[in-house]
């Protein structure tokens, strides 16, 4: 979910293994030389989206990575066949009154953009969780420093 700290205990955790870091928007980013905001605005959420799906399907073939997939990439049913065919997944789990509180100053995000973010996170959260649910993992971030998180994630997949 976005505002979780995929990036920021993706970073940490890729650092911890020796592993190469890849963030999905960024990666997206680079490519059209524009804020994903801008994708939005100028090209359509449906093109981003077709971008993020063939980001997120070539970078998953990659070897010793840690992976930032896009808030709404594991919604797409072939990014999350890949990743449970290729990848230990984790959802970072995060209480959406603490979402809210840490996407109130955003103006990145395009499906929030101008809309009630309290309604909108809510219910992107509800519409996302089933999907979230297929994770190999879930981790309870509610309160948590990235470094515990991180912490987590490597005793887990230490494990599998």
């Known amino acids: 979910m976005m505002g979780v700290g995929k990036s920021t205990v993706g970073k940490s955790l890729a650092k911890k293994l020796s592993f190469k870091f890849i963030d999905i928007d960024k990666v997206i980013e680079l490519k059209e030389g524009c804020s994903i905001n801008l994708i939005f605005k100028k090209k359509s959420e449906s093109y981003f989206r077709k971008l993020e799906n063939d980001i997120s399907l070539e970078k998953l073939q990659e070897n010793n990575v840690v992976i930032s997939l896009g808030g709404g990439a594991f919604h797409n049913r072939s990014i999350r066949r890949a990743v449970k065919n290729s990848a230990v997944s984790f959802w970072l789990d995060t209480d959406v009154n603490e979402l809210i509180k840490r996407l ?8 929030l953009y101008k809309k009630n973010l309290n309604v909108m996170v809510n219910k992107i959260y509800l519409e996302r969780k089933k999907t979230y649910n297929e994770a190999d993992y879930r981790i309870k971030c509610n309160f948590l420093r990235a470094d515990i998180i991180v912490d987590k994630i490597l005793k887990i997949y230490e494990k599998s």
């Open 104 to 111: 109130k100053k955003t103006k990145k995000r395009p499906l």
